[in-house]
Nanobody, 122 residues
Framework: QVQLVESGGGSVQAGGSLRLSCTNS????????MGWFRQAPGKEREGVAA????????YYADSVKGRFTISQDNAKNTVYLQMNSLKPEDTAMYYCAADFAYCGLGSRFNYWGQGAQVTVSS
């Protein structure tokens, strides 16, 4: 069973940093893809970053490359999204997602968390 819980959202000024956490409180899986997505009001959901647990594949949207880093802590069953040099356009609801058959920035993930709000002010 996959149960995803996000934490770490909040408000920050432009140029600041935040770290989002996504913990799977269900069964621990050694091979699963974990992704971060975001959706701003009036915009479509977009993939931000993804990582394949059990492999070395990582994916980043062009808009966040060099600023965001996705990482994992297998002992804590947690995936992180470190966000640096934040911009007002990064403001959105951020969602954690998991899937066993697909890994990438598309929305074809089967399991989703409840979301964490990130607000960046100028």
């Amino acid at each position: 069973q996959v149960q995803l819980v996000e934490s770490g959202g909040g408000s920050v000024q432009a140029g600041g940093s935040l770290r989002l956490s996504c913990t799977n409180s269900g069964y621990t899986y050694s091979r699963v893809c974990m992704g971060w997505f975001r959706q701003a009001p009036g915009k479509e959901r977009e993939g931000v970053a993804a990582i394949y647990i059990g492999g070395s594949s990582r994916y980043y949207a062009d808009s966040v490359k060099g600023r965001f880093t996705i990482s994992q802590d297998n002992a804590k069953n947690t995936v992180y999204l470190q966000m640096n040099s934040l911009k007002p356009e990064d403001t959105a609801m951020y969602y954690c997602a998991a899937d066993f058959a697909y890994c990438g920035l598309g929305s074809r993930f089967n399991y989703w968390g409840q979301g964490a709000q990130v607000t960046v002010s100028s």
